[in-house]
């Protein structure tokens, strides 16, 4: 398995940004895929979940209304669509699948400074 995210960068508060994370070595519509973030000090959180054909999705209450999970069977990729990023979104964000283990890509990093 493996996972490789990619579209982190550098930010102003209001901006956007749009996280991929391409997967390999499993069959990517038979699982859920989430996006976690992990910020300076602080405990990996979940923030987004999109069920095998992205009918259902989940997010943290941090996140919801400004963040949106997608994906693309076809090209198996998860996306995460990240508007009005403020300072407290500062993290570096995985990609994860759950198979038999979990799975996790290396991660992007995402700063909003002004």
């Known amino acids: 398995v493996q996972l490789v995210e990619s579209g982190g960068g550098l930010v102003q508060p209001g901006e956007s940004l749009k996280l991929s994370c391409v997967a390999s070595?499993?069959?990517?519509?038979?699982?859920?895929m989430r996006w976690y973030r992990q910020a300076p000090g602080k405990e990996r959180e979940l923030v987004a979940a999109i069920s095998q054909r992205g009918g259902t999705t989940n997010y943290a209450d941090s996140v919801k209304g400004r963040f949106t999970i997608s994906r693309d069977n076809a090209k198996n990729t998860v996306y995460l669509q990240m508007n009005s990023l403020k300072p407290e979104d500062t993290a570096v964000y995985y990609c994860?699948?759950?198979?038999?283990?979990?799975?996790w890509g290396q991660g992007t990093q995402v700063t909003v400074s002004s």
């Open positions: 070595g499993f069959t990517f519509s038979s699982y859920f």
């Open positions: 994860h699948v759950r198979t038999r283990l979990d799975y």
